[in-house]
């Protein structure tokens, strides 16, 4: 284990040694980010969207106050340039569209809604909790996690202002301002006010709520850093499995293969080193974008686990690549081209709902497409539960590549001495 | 003293080509070991199946006890190997390398650094013990490649050509600690290309040629299947006759050729110190002036170009 390890941590210091391979790892992942920053004007602010004119079905069976003011808030000229909003009476038509993927969520308000919030006329307190829904499209990520961080910016707006009035009821009654026959009236006087206040919130200032309640801002840069951090990991991966054919024509693999080192632990340091420097990569474009750009990645425990899962499939990829190909040229070419492919493909550059169904279906070979599918839904305020499938498909995506390469090194004797 | 290699029949094929064919022979503790032959004549593919590295197509090969082909942990560890080519990491300085290296042959903590400081004091790079190896020389870096090879004391050490590509001054000293190291009890095998290293180094020596070994024994053994010719070279002045002296020569009893290269004369002789007073003789009744006189005995050099009939660097 201790070989495993120091074969690994020799690999980390070279790599973070090599000047232009730094500025691949690195600067170049920073740089873009900055790029689009500056391009996009979002650079430590959200008040703007490369996202627009996503189209989101509403259905709105509710007709009461803050149903109501919930469509506006789609209808509204703040978010007039970023959704298309089509209103439907049918829940199975919404689905439906959604379905085919011609929206890329439904928001289905349900009869009761108001009335779940507001106390009712005969009731002191409001009704029973009714399920809003939002019926999202599982090949448009982006958007139709934004459509649900829009839905949940304003239920939290309403629910601050029903705890609000709830409070100022309560007071009202008990210091005799008000009768208890009176609460229904003024509850859904407070009620309809919040409302519309709810609905006066700057509601592009897009805002997620992690399951702690924490309030979370959501900048679009968040989309996009992770996107290019995860598109220079696959440099840095193809590149850790390039070095394994360097050693071997360095003659430094030889070298360790007439130490008393048995060819598995060189393979499996190699493959710790990789690790190791990925994780360290995106470790710090993480740190450094969110004290430079102010991004808020999200729960920082899932984010970890999230670029511990990510590296793992990317270095997969890279040990293929070094099992497959025979010069450190040729991988050099192939780890070039697998970064810009999985980059396109992974939505590192763009949302991946505006590609076709089949390339999306293609795009999760890649640790590009789950890994931005993680560190999306944690910047909207999601937590580990919301990311299990996409650390499961990284974990398996590792665990298979590894496995294949191991036996294609095996086949080929590129590491085995004997 | 003991063996602590035996080759046996050994093969090794790439596909139809041949790189090591049937060789056979012995290494006693203690002693220096070279193999000479010109380029692509098998030795690194024979360094390669012996330590371990590629698998023998035949044939067997025991180090210290053990076989390269059952036991080849066991093996690994009595052995060190310098390889021909630098199997160095550029990005790390001296002291970085051979700490990885050392490690990597199971040594730590205050021991590793004690003989870290003994290899570096060896090789004569204590001072650059903490710059990086791509700032060196490549002299530097040959020392640093042998010193690798040295950090865990192996019984036996593999040099395979470790003074290609590197100016006289570093070769010497290569060629110093090669016998340093022997003195403090270190067996060596020892490749080469360079017939004058193999001369200076070796107790004894094997010329390989396309893959078979056609000549093994100490330098005496060797070339005396020459047989016993010396040659005489003499160095006269540029205002005398070189041909008119080699016509006065050439009767004499016991010179068997004169060639003439400019105002070079050199003399084929079975035993030159018969033929030397004669020859001195006849060159002062002719009037030329000898400048220089050199003798060269039978070398390693005339044993291959008599058993192969080309020329060691052919």
Not at chain 1, 22 to 50: D, E, K, R
């Given at each position: ?418 | ?227 016993k010719t010396d040659t005489l070279i003499l160095h006269i002045s540029e205002n005398d006759d070189p041909e008119a002296l080699a016509k006065t020569l050439r009767p004499i009893k016991g010179v068997t050729r004169v060639d003439v290269i400019d105002h070079t004369l050199s003399l084929i002789v ?45």
């Open positions: 284990m201790k070989k495993i390890f120091l074969i690994g941590w020799k690999d980390v210091k070279l790599v973070f040694r090599d000047k232009a391979g730094l500025v691949f790892m690195l600067v170049a992942p920073f740089a873009l980010t900055l790029g689009m920053g500056l391009i996009t004007g979002n650079l430590g602010s959200s008040n703007n969207s490369v996202i627009s004119d996503i189209p989101v079905v509403i259905v709105n069976q509710d007709q009461a106050q803050i149903g109501d003011t919930l469509v506006a808030v789609f209808q509204s000229d703040d978010l007039e340039e970023l959704v298309d909003v089509e209103l439907s009476d049918d829940p199975a038509y919404a689905r439906t569209l959604v379905n085919d993927n011609e929206a890329a969520a439904a928001v289905i308000i349900p009869d009761g809604f108001t009335e779940s919030i507001l106390a009712q006329e005969g009731a002191s307190q409001p009704g029973g909790p009714v399920k809003l829904e939002v019926y999202s499209n599982p090949t448009r990520p982006t958007s139709s996690g934004f459509i649900q961080t829009v839905v949940a910016a304003f239920i939290n707006q309403v629910e601050v202002g029903r705890i609000g009035a709830e409070v100022i009821i309560t007071q009202l009654l008990e210091n005799g301002y008000i009768q208890p026959q009176d609460v229904p009236v003024y509850a859904e006087k407070i009620g309809a006010e919040q409302a519309i206040l709810a609905g006066n919130q700057n509601v592009i200032l897009v805002v997620g709520i992690t399951p702690t309640g924490e309030v979370v801002e959501f900048n679009p840069l968040a989309y996009m850093a992770p996107g290019y951090a995860l598109l220079f990991l696959m440099y840095t991966a193809t590149n850790a499995g390039r070095m394994i054919l360097v050693e071997k024509r360095e003659g430094t693999l030889p070298r360790l293969l007439v130490s008393p080192t048995t060819a598995t632990q060189v393979l499996s340091g190699k493959m710790v080193g990789s690790y190791m420097t990925g994780a360290l990569q995106m470790l710090i474009l993480i740190a450094a974008s969110t004290i430079l750009f102010q991004l808020i990645w999200g729960d920082p425990l899932a984010v970890l686990i999230l670029i511990l899962a990510s590296v793992f499939g990317a270095v997969g990829w890279g040990m293929l690549i070094s099992a497959l190909i025979k010069t450190p040229g040729q991988a050099a070419s192939v780890g070039s081209a697998m970064m810009l492919t999985f980059g396109i493909l992974g939505g590192s550059f763009f949302d991946l709902g505006a590609l076709p169904d089949w390339v999306e279906t293609i795009a999760k070979i890649t640790p590009n497409y789950w890994g931005q599918v993680g560190f999306y839904t944690l910047a909207l305020g999601g937590g580990l539960a919301q990311i299990v499938e996409p650390l499961l498909a990284l974990t398996i995506m590792g665990l298979v590549l590894f496995i294949i390469s191991s036996r294609l090194f095996k086949q080929r004797g590129l590491i085995e001495a004997k | 003293m003991a063996a602590i290699l035996e080759v046996k029949n050994l093969v090794k094929k790439y596909g139809e080509n041949t790189a090591v064919n049937g060789i056979s022979f012995t290494i006693t503790e203690g002693e220096i070991f070279s193999l000479l032959g010109p380029n692509g004549a098998g030795k690194t593919t024979t360094i390669s199946v012996l330590s371990t590295l590629l698998p023998p197509t035949s044939g067997e090969a025991m180090i210290c006890g053990y076989s390269v082909t059952k036991n080849a942990m066991d093996v690994r560890k009595s052995i060190g190997v310098v390889p021909q080519d630098l199997a160095l990491y550029d990005e790390l300085s001296a002291w970085e390398n051979l700490s990885f290296w050392g490690q990597m042959y199971g040594l730590g903590g205050k021991a590793l650094s004690s003989r870290i400081n003994e290899v570096l004091e060896l090789i004569g790079l204590k001072d650059k013990a903490k710059a990086h190896v791509r700032t060196f020389s490549g002299g530097m870096k040959r020392r640093v490649n042998i010193g690798v090879g040295l950090l865990h004391k192996p019984r036996l050490l593999f040099m395979d050509e470790p003074t290609v590509g590197i100016d006289p001054q570093s070769r010497r000293a290569i060629l110093d600690s090669v016998k340093d190291l022997n003195k403090e009890g270190m067996t060596i095998l020892y490749t080469t290309h360079y017939m004058e290293e193999a001369q200076e180094l070796s107790d004894r020596v094997g010329i390989i040629d396309h893959g078979e070994l056609i000549a093994l024994g100490t330098q005496a053994e060797l070339t005396r299947q020459v047989g079975p035993e030159v110190e018969k033929v030397l007073a004669p020859v001195v003789s006849k060159a002062t009744e002719t009037g030329m002036r000898i400048a220089s006189m050199e003798i060269h005995e039978p070398n390693l050099e005339a044993v291959f170009l008599h058993l192969t009939g080309r020329a060691l660097r052919d």
